[in-house]
């Protein structure tokens, strides 16, 4: 069988036969950033060895199938129930949302389990990685600004707070400073506009970003953050090991 090389995001090389899958299941691979998170001899969880981004978890199998209609019923909520105590540490770790996302294209099953963090998927730096990524941002900037001002408009604001709104659109395309004005706009109905504002799906195309962010982190993370990926990594061993004490 031929031996494959990949480089993880320090830089070093990954040395695996066949399925990297199967080769991180039965600890093959000896330099995984973060090492081996949870692994109970059947579910296992790394941190992603390719991609530096802080909390993004890879759930793996043992069994080299590519759907989980091939395991058994107890084996599926085994998987699951591994799952949901990783997105309680994330929760206990300051991540309230996380994203799941199945690898329907590979041939050996896994799930990679993200923090559902804005900053990542709508950092004005990805203005730096591609045209696509640009339009991708500005698309989303514009539509969260019309509802953001659908919703003052149905507050009944001032002609100040229209004007201060207005100006504050097309002096940033940064969302948090214009949650900011929307915040200090709004006062106390600012909790309950944002309720309605999540209940309509506010969350534009994070699934489909996630590619050009991976791709993006790969060439442009910085030492600092990297390192900050190894730190995260540890905490949740930490965490899934007083789990099972």
């Known amino acids: 069988m031929e031996k494959l090389v990949e480089k993880n995001f320090l830089g070093q090389d990954m040395e695996f036969y066949g399925c990297k899958s199967c080769a991180i299941s039965n600890h093959e691979i000896t330099n995984l950033v973060g090492g ?25 199998i043992k069994p080299h199938v590519s759907t989980l209609t091939k395991l058994q ?23 309230d949302h996380v994203l799941k996302f199945e690898d329907g294209f590979s041939t050996h099953w896994r799930e990679w389990v993200i923090p559902a963090n804005d900053k990542i998927f709508y950092n004005p730096r ?5 045209e696509k990524s640009r339009t991708k941002w500005i698309l989303y900037y514009e539509r969260f600004a019309i509802v953001l001002f659908q919703a003052l ?12 709104f207005i100006n504050k659109l097309y002096e940033t395309k940064d969302v948090d400073e214009l949650v900011m004005v929307f915040r200090s ?39 600092e953050e990297k390192e900050e990926v190894v730190e995260f990594a540890e905490k949740v061993k930490r965490l899934f090991r007083e789990y099972h004490q």
């Open 36 to 60: 081996y998170i949870y692994d109970d001899g059947f579910v296992n969880i790394t941190a992603d060895p390719e991609v530096p981004i802080k909390g993004f978890m890879v759930v793996g």
């Open 153 to 164: 408009v149905e507050e009944n604001i001032s002609k100040e707070q229209y004007h201060l």
């Open 126 to 130: 990805i203005f730096e990685s591609d």
């Open 185 to 223: 706009i709004c006062g106390n109905n600012f909790e309950k506009v944002l309720r309605r504002l999540q209940s309509d799906n506010m969350n534009f195309g994070r699934g489909k970003n996630l590619k050009n962010i991976s791709n993006y982190v790969k060439k442009f993370a910085t030492d």
């Open 73 to 95: 019923p107890m084996e599926r909520f085994q998987i699951i129930e591994t799952i949901n105590k990783l997105e309680e540490i994330m929760h206990s770790l300051g991540y």
